[in-house]
């Protein structure tokens, strides 16, 4: 079991850079699949970016890929999203998600994780 705590949302402008946190509780989170998805209003939930447990494997949506970087602090419990160069379409509840396993596959559907927080709201104004 493991419980998943977003931060770090807000209200930027279109260009700038936030950076999203998730803690993590419990102590295996280092074998955990971590990922995080976004939910614009009134759209489904989408992928964003994800790696597998150790962090080798890293795969991002399309629309995010060269501007945000998913990385992980396993002393701290914590993933990250750095997301430089915003645009307004960028708007949306941000998630982080996880999954238990030590596999080399990384996961891009909701379907497959386990865990989620409870979302931050990132605001890019133009």
């Known amino acids: 079991q493991v419980q998943l705590d977003e931060s770090g949302g807000g209200l930027v402008q279109a260009g700038g850079s936030l950076r999203l946190s998730c803690a993590a509780s419990?102590?295996?989170?280092?074998?955990?699949?971590m990922g995080w998805f976004r939910q614009a209003p009134g759209k489904e939930r989408d992928f964003v970016a994800a790696f597998n447990w150790n962090g080798y494997n890293v795969y991002y949506a399309d629309s995010v890929k060269g501007r945000f970087t998913i990385s992980r602090d396993n002393a701290k419990n914590t993933v990250y999203l750095q997301m430089n160069s915003l645009k307004p379409e960028d708007t949306a509840v941000y998630y982080c998600a996880a999954h238990p396993g030590l596999g080399w596959g990384v996961r891009v559907e909701e379907r497959e994780y386990d865990y989620w927080g409870q979302g931050t709201q990132v605001t890019v104004s133009s």
């Open positions: 419990g102590r295996t989170f280092r074998s955990y699949a």
